[in-house]
């Protein structure tokens, strides 16, 4: 992973790219299969032809149907942690009827989970400011859950005040929601009208689901759903490589690290120490700019692949039951599986999944021995595994500096890299480095 001294050009990103990761990444914290974006995308478009939406607006209405549920990575972990539901069971309930699921809940719990639900468009809507794609992506993503007759969030509009293009994107992920990906084309078909015949005068504009209810009574339209399309959403974008005043990839990978960060309380600020950690030994372990870079961006998604993992094991406070530790076992697959269409961080990826291998191959997801483990891995391990001993965790409470050092150098050599260790000790000395942590 190192490099040669000199000024580097960086590989450009696509919005394609950009997009098929972060899609992918909110329907894995959804506890959805990979492909709930896209089913809203082309169904959000082929309305949005329907019903005689400006095609100059296409490319930005799919941008936001492919990012329109970012916001709820942090809201359904609350929810989940209140009610008897896995995540995915959240997102369909809070899909079909968000009143009577917030209803389940009591206590103290309550009010937060109102606030959530209410605020996910605008969190949403925050994610994607940090991307350089235009404005309105984000305005259509914090409009998504407004509605015709004037009870939705988080703007309270009604009416005509909802710009066409968002009250599109609400007829299609409602639709979505409600047809879902099983049963043949017709069953699909019959369950999205049941529900667009429910909501129309409510929460969608009634006469444009009287210009859509054919088009989407037709069987061809949810078999051409089965695989959700790419190539016909990505015809519709302008693909030209995307422009920043910082480098798109460092906007990205930060905008992954607060994306999986906000999925668990105990987790919060976890990437972004990490990365702070990396940064500051890097220097230490005589790694060249281009290989710090590497390490640091690595540490921002080192996790991101947590987002697919239920809430409820990620703040268990007891064991974790076989099946639970398999679910977690699998996140340096699932970030690579996510950042997979970013050609531009393939290396970071690379040093990203391997965070959990060890020296003395005990380690996953492949298992490889120490020869294998270049140094940014051994210190993104390293930094990774000081930070999580030294934050609170559902299952214990903190470390000390000095209990948490003492307790990777006795694992040197097997599951840690001894160098690696004490580039972090000496880093830690400074009180301040790390976010909301005391040493």
Not at 160 to 179: F, G, H, N, Q, Y
Not at 181 to 206: V, W
Not at 261 to 275: E, Q, Y
Request: glycine content about 8%; hydrophobic content about 40%; proline content about 6%.
């Amino acid at each position: 992973m190192r490099a040669d001294s000199g000024v580097e050009q960086e590989r450009a990103i696509r919005p394609s790219e950009l997009l098929l990761a972060l899609s992918r990444a909110a329907d894995l914290a959804e506890g959805r299969e990979a492909g709930h974006a896209r089913r809203v995308a082309a169904l959000a478009l082929q309305i949005a032809k329907t019903a005689g939406l400006d095609e100059a607006e296409h490319g930005s209405l799919i941008e936001a149907a492919l990012l329109h549920d970012l916001g709820l990575t942090a809201v359904v972990g609350k929810l989940a942690a209140a009610l008897p539901y896995t995540d995915e069971e959240v997102v369909t309930r809070l899909h079909a009827d968000p009143e009577a699921l917030i209803s389940r809940i009591g206590g103290s719990a309550l009010q937060a989970a109102e606030a959530g639900l209410s605020q996910h468009p605008r969190e949403g809507a925050a994610l994607v400011e940090v991307a350089p794609l235009p404005p309105v992506v984000a305005r259509l993503v914090l409009l998504h859950h407004e509605r015709w007759d004037g009870s939705g969030y988080p703007e309270r509009l009604a009416g005509p005040e909802i710009p066409k293009a968002a009250r599109i994107l609400a007829l299609a992920d409602l639709v979505e929601s409600a047809a879902g990906p099983m049963g043949t084309p017709a069953e699909q078909a019959e369950r999205a009208l049941r529900r667009l015949d429910q909501e129309a005068g409510r929460s969608l504009d009634p006469d444009m689901v009287a210009e859509v209810r054919s088009e989407l009574a037709r069987d061809e339209l949810w078999r051409s759903l089965d695989p959700p399309p790419e190539q016909e959403l990505f015809d519709e974008l302008d693909d030209q490589p995307l422009d920043s005043s910082e480098h798109p990839a460092t906007l990205f990978v930060d905008l992954f690290g607060t994306l999986v960060d906000s999925k668990c309380a105990f987790t919060r600020r976890h990437s972004t120490n990490v990365a702070r950690l990396v940064g500051a030994a890097a220097p230490d372990l005589g790694l060249d700019s281009r290989s710090v870079r590497v390490v640091t961006r690595a540490a921002r998604i080192h996790d991101l692949g947590q987002i697919a993992v239920h809430s409820r094991v990620l703040e268990k406070a007891g064991s974790l039951a076989p099946g639970e530790l398999k679910q977690i076992r699998k996140h340096p697959s699932v970030t690579a599986q996510i950042l997979d269409p970013l050609a531009a961080l393939r290396e970071v990826v690379r040093c990203a999944e391997a965070h959990h291998e060890r020296l003395d191959g005990s380690g996953y997801p492949r298992g490889v021995p120490a020869e294998e483990i270049p140094t940014e891995v051994r210190l993104l391990a390293a930094a990774d595994a000081y930070e999580a001993l030294t934050a609170e965790r559902p299952f214990r409470g903190p470390l000390s500096r000095d209990s948490t050092l003492n307790l990777l150098r006795s694992r040197a050599g097997r599951q840690y890299d001894g160098e690696s260790i004490e580039a972090v000790g000496d880093v830690t000395a400074d009180k301040n480095l790390l976010d909301g942590q005391g040493h």
